[in-house]
T-cell receptor
Framework: DSGVTQTPKHLITATGQRVTLRCSPRSGDLSVYWYQQSLDQGLQFLIQYYNGEERAKGNILERFSAQQFPDLHSELNLSSLELGDSALYFC???????????FGQGTRLTVV | KNEVEQSPQNLTAQEGEFITINCSYSVGISALHWLQQHPGGGIVSLFMLSSGKKKHGRLIATINIQEKHSSLHITASHPRDSAVYICAVQSGGSQGNLIFGKGTKLSVKP
């Protein structure tokens, strides 16, 4: 158990809908990272937050947004969902930006 | 051409064999990570290294910065080592901003 908790584990929703994925980092970790793993693109970095502030942005679509709350948990919001958004979404956390990250178990999103 | 290339894509080994997975990259990096992803999907960070060699149990990771190459070795392989091994490079200061290889699927037969 990495100490990073992601909910829900599985999510099935229809095209056009909006979903929120939640991540609770390890106790004491200030950085949270979101990644997407799809069959055709593999793993891709989406976005990083550090202590509530956006720190780095990767291949995140405009339909997607994230935030980190004062208690350091983070949410990834995906809207106007398309079939191609079906993927595993991972959250990871670390103490700081230069430290090793620990991954959650992922949320498997299926858009039908 | 991908910025991070792994070889082989698939690897089948007999229990007890010595295994090597290779990773080459084309960008400047501050660190390289080896990750393990089990069939259930969960990802575990195995190593984070920026130079030299690290060892953890039966796993050894090496990196040659000049040649832009890293290897992951598994000694005395076991069926429980069956997983996808992913190489990822950190090209900026942020640990999380990683560029991932496509992974090597390892199957160890008893």
């Amino acid at each position: 158990d990495s100490g990073v908790t992601q909910t829900p584990k599985h999510l099935i929703t229809a095209t056009g809908q909006r979903v929120t994925l939640r991540c609770s980092p390890r106790s004491g970790d200030l950085s949270v990272y979101w990644y997407q793993q799809s069959l055709d693109q593999g793993l891709q970095f989406l976005i990083q937050y550090y202590n509530g502030e956006e720190r780095a942005k990767g291949n995140i679509l405009e339909r997607f947004s994230a935030q980190q709350f004062p208690d350091l948990h983070s949410e990834l919001n995906l809207s106007s969902l398309e079939l191609g958004d079906s993927a595993l979404y991972f959250c990871a956390s670390s103490v700081g930006s230069a430290a090793e990250a620990f991954f959650g178990q992922g949320t498997r999103l299926t858009v039908v | 051409k991908n910025e991070v290339e792994q070889s082989p894509q698939n690897l089948t080994a007999q229990e007890g064999e010595f295994i090597t997975i290779n990773c080459s990259y084309s960008v400047g990096i501050s660190a390289l990570h080896w990750l393990q992803q089990h069939p259930g999907g969960g990802i575990v960070s195995l190593f984070m290294l920026s130079s030299g060699k690290k060892k953890h149990g039966r796993l050894i990771a090496t990196i040659n910065i000049q040649e832009k190459h890293s290897s992951l070795h598994i000694t005395a392989s076991h069926p429980r080592d069956s997983a996808v091994y992913i190489c990822a490079v950190q090209s900026g200061g942020s640990q999380g901003n990683l560029i991932f290889g496509k992974g090597t699927k390892l199957s160890v037969k008893p």
